[in-house]
């Protein structure tokens, strides 16, 4: 029997993956101690867990590096990759929001030009432009998006929103909702075919978890 390799997205998401296989009988043992190891192996079950970045998720499950993958429904809707989305596993739950100062909430809609910074630039655009019909400017940024409008850099921004307290601390509000987020449970094409009983055996019990 080979291995089937799961890619989790590094941090959070990971450690409540982990639980997830743990709770049907995997071990992830491994991973639970602090070590800067990327890659954990459960002999007994033939599966490996490959810690990777949260964006590039989707890249290790849809070249076949990884036969799954377990990753936020933001990083899945910004890459678009060729894949199937099976389950979602209901934690990581967050939206995707337009933020900025509360006195654009009314002319938002007006704006033209608007400047919107973003870490998720696919989301933003086909936000604006497809679903809203309104052209906007994108302003790639890696992290801190909070900070684009308090400095000028941008009108507003397309982020995040878990509690809502980097926005508060920040003096920013939620201008418009996009779409709610949370981790889902990704599947290579080919290994779906190649290994469809292994795999839809852990299916079948994440969804008997997820319904107690
Ligand atoms: C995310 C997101 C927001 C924040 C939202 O940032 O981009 O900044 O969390 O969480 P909250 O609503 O609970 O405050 P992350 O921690 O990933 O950092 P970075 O984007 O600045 O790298």
Do not use: W
Request: aromatic share 6%.
């Amino acid at each position: 029997m080979r291995y089937l390799t799961v890619a989790l997205a590094k941090g959070r998401l990971a450690e409540l993956a982990m639980e997830l296989f743990m709770s049907i009988g995997m071990d992830c043992s491994e991973m639970k101690e602090k070590t800067r190891k990327l890659i954990f192996t459960d002999e007994k079950n033939k599966m490996k867990f490959i810690l990777v970045k949260a964006s590039d998720v989707p890249t290790y499950v849809e070249y076949g590096a990884a036969d799954i993958g377990i990753v936020g429904k933001d990083t899945l809707l910004e890459e678009s990759r060729n894949l199937y989305e099976m389950i979602d596993l209901g934690f990581g739950k967050c939206k995707m929001a337009v933020c900025g100062p509360k006195d654009l909430k009314d002319k938002l809609n007006t704006m033209t030009n608007l400047r919107v910074a973003s870490k998720y630039p696919h989301i933003a655009l086909k936000y604006f432009q497809d679903d809203k019909g309104q052209t906007i400017e994108i302003i790639k940024l890696n992290g801190s998006v909070e900070l684009a409008p308090l400095v000028g850099l941008s009108d507003v921004i397309v982020d995040i929103v878990e509690t809502g307290k980097t926005l508060f601390e920040n003096g920013l509000d939620v201008l418009e909702d996009v779409c709610p987020l949370s981790a889902r449970f990704v599947v290579n094409k080919v290994s779906m075919k190649m290994e469809k009983d292994r795999i839809m055996d852990i299916v079948t019990k994440f969804q008997e978890k997820l319904k107690a």
